[in-house]
C-alpha cells in the first residue's frame, strides 16, 4: 500500500525522564521511607482505586510505608494515613551515601528502589563514555539539575554505582551523576564498537514512539488503574536504550510526561530525520477478557516485515503471550513513510496483565525484545 508524503522539518531536542518504577514490597518489616513522583497523590481509606480519597500528598513528600497489597502502599505522612498507588511511589534508602567531595549537590537525596543497592569499586575505577552526549547530574536520576554534559570517548573516574546511575568525575574534577548505561568500566574507545550479537544496528536512525502522553492519559489499568501514557514512556526509554546498546541511533518522540505531540508531528518527526524505521509502545485495553501482545502494520510492502521480526521476537516469551500481527489503520502507521510498527504489550482491562506489565522487569524483557526484533529487521 502507498503512504501519503508530507515532510516537515523538526527542530526539537527533548530532554529525558523516566517515569518513576513501583515501590514494591510483599512484607514491610518495621516499615520504610519512600517518596512521592506525582503531582497529588490521592490517599484512599481502602486499597482499591474506587475507595474513598481521605487526603492527598504533593510530589516530592517523604512517606513511611507500613503495609502493601497487590500494588498499593499502605502510607503515614504526618496526619494523612491510608492507601496509595504504588506506581508513584519510589523507595528512599536509609542512609545515603557518603559524599567523595565537598560541594557535591543532590546526592544526599538520592533514591533508590527497593530491589537494588548502592555500590561502591574497591579502588578508583576508570570508565569511558559510549554515548555521543551524555549529561552530567546533580543526583541519581533524570528529576535532579543538569550540570554539564560528557561526549564520546571521555574519560571519567568511577566513585560510585546506584541503581542504573553511577556518580563519577571528570578529568577536570567535576563530580556528579550520570547514567550507568552510558558509561563502560575500563573500556577504551575502541570497545564502544561493540553491538549485540542479534544484529549490528549502527548507521540506523530509530525514532521510538511513547504513545498518549501530557492531558491524554490513554488507558486507565481497570484494577491498579495504572496510567498508560507512563507505562508507554517507561517502556520506550528502556527500548531506547537497549536500541543505543546494539549501536543505533535514537529519537524519541517524547520525553516527558507532560508531553503530548500530535500524530501528525509524531509521524513528521520520524520523516524529517530521514529515520530508518519506527516504532510506537502502547498498552491495550478490550471489554473482553483478553490478554496478551499484538504488533499492528499498515503496509504489507513496507510496515509488514520489521512487524513480524517484533512479534517473533516477543512470541519468543516475555511473560504474556503473543497474539500475533494485525492490520492498524493508524494515523502513525499509515502516514509514515518509512518502515513503521505499533506494539500493544498487554491489555490494562486484564488484572493479570496489568500486574505484570507494571514492572520494570517485565518492561525490559519487553524493550529487549522489541530492539532484537529490530536488529534482525536489518541483519
Same mark, same amino acid.
Given at each position: 500500500?502507498?503512504?501519503?508524503?508530507?515532510?516537515?522539518?523538526?527542530?526539537?531536542?527533548?530532554?529525558?525522564?523516566?517515569?518513576?518504577?513501583?515501590?514494591?514490597?510483599?512484607?514491610?518489616?518495621?516499615?520504610?521511607?519512600?517518596?512521592?513522583?506525582?503531582?497529588?497523590?490521592?490517599?484512599?481509606?481502602?486499597?482499591?482505586?474506587?475507595?474513598?480519597?481521605?487526603?492527598?500528598?504533593?510530589?516530592?513528600?517523604?512517606?513511611?510505608?507500613?503495609?502493601?497489597?497487590?500494588?498499593?502502599?499502605?502510607?503515614?505522612?504526618?496526619?494523612?494515613?491510608?492507601?496509595?498507588?504504588?506506581?508513584?511511589?519510589?523507595?528512599?534508602?536509609?542512609?545515603?551515601?557518603?559524599?567523595?567531595?565537598?560541594?557535591?549537590?543532590?546526592?544526599?537525596?538520592?533514591?533508590?528502589?527497593?530491589?537494588?543497592?548502592?555500590?561502591?569499586?574497591?579502588?578508583?575505577?576508570?570508565?569511558?563514555?559510549?554515548?555521543?552526549?551524555?549529561?552530567?547530574?546533580?543526583?541519581?536520576?533524570?528529576?535532579?539539575?543538569?550540570?554539564?554534559?560528557?561526549?564520546?570517548?571521555?574519560?571519567?573516574?568511577?566513585?560510585?554505582?546506584?541503581?542504573?546511575?553511577?556518580?563519577?568525575?571528570?578529568?577536570?574534577?567535576?563530580? *556528579?551523576?550520570?547514567?550507568?548505561?552510558?558509561?563502560?568500566? *575500563?573500556?577504551?574507545?575502541?570497545?564502544?564498537?561493540?553491538?549485540?550479537?542479534?544484529?549490528?544496528?549502527?548507521?540506523?536512525?530509530?525514532?521510538?514512539?511513547?504513545?498518549?502522553?501530557?492531558?491524554?492519559?490513554?488507558?486507565?489499568?481497570?484494577?491498579?488503574?495504572?496510567?498508560?501514557?507512563?507505562?508507554?514512556?517507561?517502556?520506550?526509554?528502556?527500548?531506547?536504550?537497549?536500541?543505543?546498546?546494539?549501536?543505533?541511533?535514537?529519537?524519541?518522540?517524547?520525553?516527558?510526561?507532560?508531553?503530548?505531540?500530535?500524530?501528525?508531528?509524531?509521524?513528521?518527526?520520524?520523516?524529517?530525520?530521514?529515520?530508518?524505521?519506527?516504532?510506537?509502545?502502547?498498552?491495550?485495553?478490550?471489554?473482553?477478557?483478553?490478554?496478551?501482545?499484538?504488533?499492528?502494520?499498515?503496509?504489507?510492502?513496507?510496515?509488514?516485515?520489521?512487524?513480524?521480526?517484533?512479534?517473533?521476537?516477543?512470541?519468543?516469551?516475555?511473560?504474556?503471550?503473543?497474539?500475533?500481527?494485525?492490520?492498524?489503520?493508524?494515523?502513525?502507521?499509515?502516514?509514515?513513510?518509512?518502515?513503521?510498527?505499533?506494539?500493544?504489550?498487554?491489555?490494562?482491562?486484564?488484572?493479570?496483565?496489568?500486574?505484570?506489565?507494571?514492572?520494570?522487569?517485565?518492561?525490559?524483557?519487553?524493550?529487549?525484545?522489541?530492539?532484537?526484533?529490530?536488529?534482525?529487521?536489518?541483519?
Amino acid at each position: 500500500m502507498n503512504k501519503m508524503i508530507g515532510v516537515t522539518l523538526l527542530a526539537a531536542c527533548l530532554l529525558g525522564m523516566a517515569a518513576p518504577q513501583t515501590a514494591e514490597a510483599k512484607t514491610v518489616a518495621g516499615g520504610y521511607t519512600a517518596q512521592v513522583y506525582a503531582n497529588s497523590l490521592n490517599v484512599r481509606n481502602e486499597p482499591a482505586k474506587n475507595a474513598t480519597v481521605v487526603g492527598s500528598i504533593k510530589n516530592g513528600a517523604r512517606v513511611t510505608v507500613t503495609d502493601a497489597q497487590h500494588g498499593w502502599l499502605k502510607v503515614q505522612a504526618g496526619n494523612t494515613s491510608g492507601w496509595v498507588a504504588g506506581y508513584y511511589l519510589k523507595k528512599v534508602n536509609s542512609t545515603s551515601p557518603r559524599s567523595e567531595a565537598s560541594g557535591t549537590s543532590g546526592a544526599s537525596n538520592a533514591t533508590v528502589s527497593s530491589s537494588t543497592s548502592a555500590s561502591v569499586p574497591s579502588r578508583t575505577a576508570k570508565a569511558t563514555v559510549t554515548a555521543d552526549s551524555l549529561r552530567i547530574r546533580s543526583g541519581p536520576g533524570t528529576q535532579y539539575k543538569v550540570l554539564g554534559s560528557l561526549k564520546a570517548k571521555d574519560t571519567v573516574a568511577l566513585l560510585l554505582r546506584q541503581n542504573d546511575w553511577a556518580r563519577i568525575r571528570t578529568t577536570s574534577g567535576e563530580i *556528579g551523576w550520570v547514567a550507568a548505561q552510558y558509561i563502560r568500566s *575500563g573500556a577504551t574507545p575502541s570497545s564502544t564498537n561493540t553491538v549485540s550479537h542479534t544484529g549490528n544496528l549502527r548507521g540506523k536512525l530509530i525514532v521510538i514512539d511513547p504513545g498518549h502522553g501530557g492531558s491524554d492519559p490513554g488507558m486507565l489499568g481497570t484494577t491498579y488503574n495504572t496510567m498508560e501514557k507512563d507505562l508507554n514512556l517507561q517502556t520506550a526509554l528502556y527500548v531506547r536504550d537497549a536500541l543505543v546498546a546494539k549501536g543505533a541511533r535514537v529519537e524519541m518522540t517524547r520525553t516527558r510526561e507532560d508531553q503530548k505531540p500530535t500524530l501528525a508531528r509524531r509521524v513528521q518527526m520520524s520523516e524529517a530525520l530521514r529515520a530508518d524505521a519506527f516504532v510506537s509502545i502502547h498498552y491495550n485495553s478490550s471489554p473482553k477478557k483478553v490478554s496478551g501482545t499484538l504488533t499492528f502494520f499498515y503496509s504489507e510492502s513496507d510496515d509488514l516485515k520489521l512487524a513480524r521480526a517484533i512479534e517473533n521476537r516477543l512470541g519468543q516469551g516475555i511473560g504474556l503471550k503473543s497474539n500475533g500481527l494485525s492490520f492498524g489503520d493508524y494515523h502513525i502507521l499509515r502516514e509514515n513513510q518509512i518502515p513503521a510498527s505499533l506494539v500493544e504489550l498487554g491489555f490494562l482491562t486484564n488484572p493479570t496483565d496489568e500486574s505484570i506489565v507494571r514492572k520494570s522487569t517485565y518492561q525490559k524483557r519487553a524493550a529487549k525484545s522489541i530492539a532484537d526484533g529490530v536488529a534482525d529487521y536489518f541483519k
